[in-house]
C-alpha cells in the first residue's frame, strides 16, 4: 500500500480514537448494553443521513457529515468488541482497557485495507463518495441479513470483515473529505 495512504489512514483514525476516547470518558461504555445487531442500525442510521444529505444537497441539523462517518467507524469498532468480548467482562470497562482492542481492531482492519489496497490498486481514489456511501449502506444490509441467519454464512465473510469494510470505506471518504489532515 502506497505510503501516503498509510500516513493518511493512521491520521483518520488517529481523529476516531481521540472522539471514541473522549466519548467514553464522558458517557462511560453505555454501548455495552447493545447487541451487535443493535449497533449495525445505528451504523444504518447514520449512513442513511449522509446519503439523505447527499441526495437532498442540504441538511437541517448542522452537524456535518464528516461526523457522522466517524460515528460509523467507531461504532464499526465497538460493535466488533462486543462480539469478540464476552458479557462477564461486565458493562462499564475503562478506556484503558478498550485502547488496546482499539488499536488492534484499526491494526487489522488496516492489514486488510493494505492487502485490497494491493489487488485493487488504490481504486478507491477514483470513486465517488456518493458511490462509497451506497457501499456502507449495502454492507449493513448483508450485516443484518447474517445477523438475522444467526452468523450462519454458506459462502460469504461473516460479519467482522463486513464491519472492516464499512470501516475502510468510511475511512475512504474522510481522506478525500480532507478530515483529520494536519
Not at 467507524?73 to 475503562?94: L, V
Not at 450485516?143 to 450462519?152: F, L, P
Request: charged share 30%; with cysteine.
Amino acid at each position: 500500500m502506497e505510503e501516503k495512504t498509510v500516513g493518511e489512514y493512521k491520521e483518520v483514525i488517529k481523529a476516531c480514537k481521540d472522539i471514541f476516547e473522549k466519548k467514553t470518558k464522558d458517557y462511560g461504555t453505555a454501548w455495552r448494553i447493545l447487541r451487535a445487531s443493535s449497533l449495525t442500525d445505528q451504523i444504518f442510521i447514520k449512513a442513511k443521513r449522509i446519503r439523505s444529505i447527499q441526495e437532498k444537497g442540504e441538511q437541517k441539523i448542522q452537524e456535518d457529515i464528516a461526523g457522522e462517518f466517524v460515528a460509523i467507524i467507531n461504532y464499526c469498532i465497538m460493535a466488533i468488541m462486543q462480539i469478540r468480548m464476552s458479557a462477564d467482562e461486565g458493562m462499564e470497562i475503562p478506556y484503558e482497557k478498550l485502547e488496546p482492542m482499539y488499536t488492534a481492531i484499526t491494526d487489522d482492519t488496516r492489514e486488510l485495507l493494505a492487502n485490497k489496497n494491493h489487488d485493487y490498486d488504490e481504486a478507491w481514489r477514483d470513486m465517488r463518495i456518493s458511490s462509497m456511501t451506497d457501499i456502507i449502506l449495502m454492507k449493513i444490509l448483508r450485516t443484518k441479513q447474517i445477523e438475522d441467519n444467526q452468523g450462519q454464512t454458506l459462502i460469504s465473510e461473516g460479519v467482522d470483515a463486513n464491519y472492516q469494510d464499512m470501516i475502510n470505506y468510511a475511512v475512504f471518504c474522510l481522506i478525500k473529505m480532507g478530515f483529520g489532515q494536519s
